[in-house]
């Protein structure tokens, strides 16, 4: 008997002490929540709504309400969260349909243009630039415009860019025609500068034979054209008639030693023609032909694709990649920078000199040399490593300008230095706006807009 009350006895002190340890677990875990809530939401993001619900919470005796109107806390703060979404984007759309509307303000308000010279209709010509934005032939455009000419590009645009000259679109004196010098062209001009032809190996041997008819049925059409105008014509012709040569320095009286079956040959060989077509013309037709021999030229504008010494280097340097240099680094160009060679071609254009003229710069450089020379004016910290040597790489190129000195009082006055810093910037700029555009263009197709447009294309077959 006196074991059966000991033992509900202890029954009841074991109950008595589980229901103490449950509220002690109760109030832990309301302490805690309470805590957590308070880290959650501060204060100063608190709503009127929020704190109502907060002292409630305080009051309840089940955990089951406790945590009902947790969770109903919780769902109004993402529908918040999820209106001020809407709102953002909602803004964001704003902005962009503001930029368009920007955009399209600019684009119809007058263009300022830069100080162009008047000449009256007796000094003013019409001057027709082939290949005209180019590298080169966009240079020209802008002195020539200055000057006060009216200046007509003509360009197919597989090298040549619109952004090139685009600053001088709508000028009363320019004008911009898409057009493809194979082609036959019926216009009324005074003076021809034929550049139409691609001029680096990558461009001239992606399409060899292209390359081949713009050299030589581009030319026939142009000297047709000065033949039947009365034209006075230029034709730029280029260094790589002399081929890898065996005299040094080059003079216009060197024949050259090219290889006619080459990889390089449709573009070497298509200039020799170009110039044997041209005093064809001058001797049987009477047409009044300039020829300038054209050697490296670097600047603004450069294509950052066409795989010579310049553009390649920079762009390596700039991108902290390693400096490849073809070959065992000896071989040797010289480089003048496109300002001093539009100076060239518009004194040859003017003189009655009628062999060809060199223009280039006689200060000779290695490979190797001006790979260490970019690599110091970029600043980085690329290597400069050697690799396979490429077929026909003429191993000396330095010409000779006695001519141009003699006849048209010219020599290149841009100091290397000078021009590649300049050159530099404008690559940097470039690669700068390339990385902007290709941002936006990523921000342009994930947007929510592009996502539901193209949502409805989408098939489903509950709309059949």
């Not at 006895?9 to 103490?20: N, S, W």
């Not at 691609?198 to 033949?227: D, E, F």
């Not at 006619?260 to 023609?273: L, N, Q, S, T």
């Amino acid at each position: 008997m006196m074991t059966t009350a000991l033992t509900k006895k202890r029954i009841k002190l074991c109950v008595i002490a589980l229901v103490v340890l449950l509220i002690l677990v109760y109030f832990y875990k309301t302490l805690v929540l309470t805590s957590s809530l308070a880290q959650t939401f501060p204060l100063s993001a608190r709503n009127k709504e929020y704190n109502d619900n907060y002292e409630v919470s305080q009051q309840l005796n089940s955990p089951t309400d406790l945590q009902n109107d947790l969770h109903a806390i919780y769902e109004n703060q993402q529908k918040l969260l999820r209106q001020q979404r809407i709102e953002l984007q909602k803004a964001q759309e704003q902005l962009s349909r503001m930029e368009e509307k920007i955009r399209t303000l600019e684009a119809t308000s007058p263009r300022k243009y830069q100080k162009v010279k008047y000449l009256n209709y007796k000094n003013r010509k019409r001057i027709l630039i082939t290949g005209g934005a180019g590298f080169v032939g966009s240079h020209l455009v802008d002195t020539l415009m200055i000057q006060g000419h009216e200046v007509i590009v003509v360009d197919n645009f597989f090298t040549g860019r619109k952004r090139n000259v685009e600053h001088w679109l709508g000028h009363e004196n320019f004008e911009l025609i898409h057009h493809d010098i194979v082609n036959p062209l019926f216009i009324e001009v005074d003076e021809i500068y034929h550049l139409a032809s691609p001029a680096s190996p990558p461009h001239y041997m992606y399409n060899p034979v292209k390359t081949i008819k713009t050299n030589t049925m581009g030319t026939i059409n142009v000297l047709g054209l000065a033949k039947r105008v009365m034209a006075k014509v230029l034709i730029a012709s280029t260094s790589e008639v002399y081929g890898d040569p065996t005299e040094h320095p080059q003079s216009e009286t060197y024949w050259g030693h090219v290889n006619p079956i080459g990889p390089r040959a449709c573009y070497d060989e298509g200039k020799r023609v170009s110039e044997t077509l041209s005093y064809a013309y001058a001797k049987q037709e009477k047409v009044q032909v300039r020829v300038a021999r054209i050697f490296n030229t670097y600047g603004p504008r450069m294509h950052m694709n066409d795989g010579r010494v310049v553009s390649n280097f920079i762009l390596q340097a700039l991108r902290n990649e390693t400096i490849t240099v073809y070959g065992n680094g000896k071989q040797t160009r010289s480089f003048q920078y496109v300002t001093d060679l539009v100076d060239g071609l518009i004194a040859l254009m003017a003189s009655n000199y009628t062999q060809p003229i060199n223009l280039g710069n006689p200060v000779e450089h290695t490979i190797e040399e001006f790979a260490v020379i970019i690599r110091q004016l970029v600043g980085g910290k690329s290597e400069i490593k050697q690799s396979e040597a490429v077929e026909d790489d003429p191993q000396r190129r330095k010409p000779d300008i006695t001519r141009a000195k003699r006849y048209l009082n010219w020599e290149p006055k841009v100091p290397l230095k000078s021009g590649l810093l300049k050159t530099i910037n404008y690559f940097r700029n470039e690669l700068e706006r390339s990385d902007r555009f290709q941002e936006n263009s990523k921000k342009y197709f994930e947007s929510p807009d592009i996502l539901r447009s193209q949502s409805r294309y989408i098939f489903n077959p509950g709309n059949v």
